[in-house]
């Protein structure tokens, strides 16, 4: 289809999916480049495979083709002008050699390949294109990071030497960018190493600059860490724990023991779990990012309230409240939707919650209600982060009962969201607020909304069933407040 559609111009497959192909990996995004009218073409192959069509980047000639594949995921291909005389002066101005790769659709089994990438994909190296690369565009320094992480390449010392130069200049880079990089990292099995990376880089400041606050704040027992390596552990964690709950158990970390009991404790849940990280808020971003994006900021707020008392234990209580402030205002920063905004405060703002309720004698219907009455859908998130929080306080294995007690808490939170949320956590009113209205003669405003979540509540619970038995409560309520 393309090469129909594309007669009368030059077109080649480069960058990331030929060096995926290369290296027998999946390749899912195409990109192209085109010696005249990119977005024109690209717009007939948007119209000819029912895609959608949207411009990338107008001075550059660019544009997005979006295929809507099986199962709601999506495929971008896209179509960029070729810069320079011929397409090996377009490579050369690259980033890295193993992305300076190309093949044209007219002689597909001819490499086009002028510095060297593909020795260097057989050396495992990330390499500049020139020495230039990264003034000219500092966000290359994120992006060397990420695909030396995705590949498990090394950083060529040459190249690691004009990212250290060139750090300074991410401060001029939009937040936008520094945002799809940040992001793409965060959609890596296992991101923590990406992180660590970026911070001995000394990037880290300038993209997540909360994150160096966390540095060197103790913790009391049974915390092994201070808060940064607290939060990089449970970053880790995280990764392991969804490679075990949510990608299956053939994970090479399902003979550990502690990710044996969880994952034969919630393994029913997996295939559900899966769907639920996948699903996309925005753009291509989707749940199991953001949870990694909480997981770094879970405990932000930690320096911001550090108590002492006495001097040699730290108090934090509150701490969450801060931290999902503080998530939300870098989400604005980084330009991230409303719903990824308000999904990640939410994610923070409850990671508590679990530890809380597994200290009560038993967990109540009214408990497990009103905690995803709150936490709505990140109340799964707060679960899993729960989770790696409590293994990221350990340096070794965790104790055993209290790891049992956080993981029959995750069973009977997730249990009451996926498997009764729609068969009694969540009924059908039996009534409206119109109804307290004419019955009780009450006006509209805060007590109204208050009365019908009391209703539902107790309705959840088992102890009304009625339209009379929902209008006695109101009654009886209203009469509590009067006294």
């Not at 409850?350 to 009455?373: D, N, Q, S, V």
């Amino acid at each position: 289809m393309l090469a129909d559609q594309s007669k009368g111009r030059k077109v080649w497959l480069v960058g990331g999916a030929l060096r995926d192909h290369l290296l027998e990996r999946e390749a899912i995004d195409l990109d192209f480049t085109v010696d005249k009218d990119a977005r024109k073409l690209a717009r007939r192959i948007a119209d000819a495979m029912q895609g959608k069509y949207f411009d990338l980047d107008l001075e550059r000639e660019t544009g997005r083709v979006i295929l809507l594949q099986p199962g709601g995921k999506r495929r971008m291909i896209d179509f960029a002008m070729m810069r320079g005389s011929d397409i090996r002066e377009d490579l050369l101005d690259r980033d890295f050699s193993i992305n300076a790769l190309a093949v044209s659709l007219e002689e597909p089994d001819e490499l086009i390949d002028p510095s060297g990438g593909l020795q260097d994909l057989k050396d495992g190296l990330v390499r500049s294109c020139n020495p230039n690369a990264f003034q000219r565009d500092p966000v290359r320094v994120l992006r060397a990071v990420r695909i030396a992480t995705e590949l498990n390449f090394r950083i060529e010392q040459q190249t690691l030497s004009q990212v250290k130069q060139a750090i300074d200049g991410l401060k001029r880079i939009s937040p936008e960018r520094i945002r799809d990089e940040i992001m793409r990292m965060l959609a890596l099995p296992r991101p923590g190493r990406a992180v660590r990376v970026l911070d001995h880089l000394g990037a880290l400041a300038f993209v997540l600059p909360e994150l160096e606050e966390l540095k060197g704040i103790s913790q009391p027992a049974p915390h092994a860490y201070d808060v940064w390596e607290h939060t990089l552990a449970v970053v880790d964690r995280l990764g392991v724990l969804l490679g075990v709950l949510a990608d299956g158990p053939a994970s090479d970390d399902s003979g550990d023991l502690v990710l044996a009991q969880a994952s034969l404790v919630l393994g029913r849940f997996r295939d559900t779990l899966r769907k639920h990280l996948d699903v996309e808020l925005s753009m291509g971003r989707c749940v199991r990012q953001l949870l990694f994006f909480a997981a770094l900021y879970h405990d932000a707020g930690k320096p911001v309230i550090r108590l002492e008392s006495p001097p040699d234990k730290a108090s934090f209580h509150g701490h969450e409240v801060v931290s999902s402030k503080l998530v939300r205002e870098r989400a604005g920063w980084l330009r991230l939707s409303r719903a990824e905004s308000d999904r990640l405060a939410l994610i923070v703002r409850h990671h508590m919650r679990p530890e809380w309720l597994e200290r009560e004698p038993k967990i109540t219907t009214r408990a497990m209600y009103r905690f995803f009455r709150q936490a709505g859908t990140a109340g799964v998130d707060a679960i899993l982060l729960s989770l790696a929080d409590f293994l990221g306080k350990y340096t070794a294995t965790p104790p055993e009962d209290g790891w049992n007690r956080r993981v029959e808490t995750a069973r009977q939170l997730l249990a009451a969201f996926f498997e009764r949320w729609n068969q009694g956590m969540e009924p059908v009113p039996l009534l409206r607020g119109s109804d307290l209205i004419a019955v009780l003669e009450l006006k509209p405003g805060p007590q109204l909304g208050q009365l019908l979540e009391a209703i539902r509540e107790a309705q959840v619970c088992g102890e009304i069933t009625s339209y009379d038995e929902a209008i006695n409560l109101a009654r009886s309520l209203i009469e509590e407040i009067k006294d």
